[in-house]
């Protein structure tokens, strides 16, 4: 059978490629696993931190004047 080599810190890759590694990381679990709930458990977190930082990145950009996306404009 097959390992699932374990993830670097959460720190030490980007957040996309810890994404992509814990999907494939949850595919390769046999379903209702304890490494399948771990998993998803990890994703869940992860794709949770992302949208914060894209949140706070939409927030800066909007503090900076960046028009909101209704916000359009004749040209």
Known sequence: ??????????MEIDI???IAALCAKVIAAPDRSEEFVCAMEELNSALSEHAENLRSQIANLRQKGFPHSSDRGER
């Open 1 to 10: 059978m097959f390992g699932i080599l374990p993830l670097p810190p959460p």
């Open 16 to 18: 996309k490629d810890r």
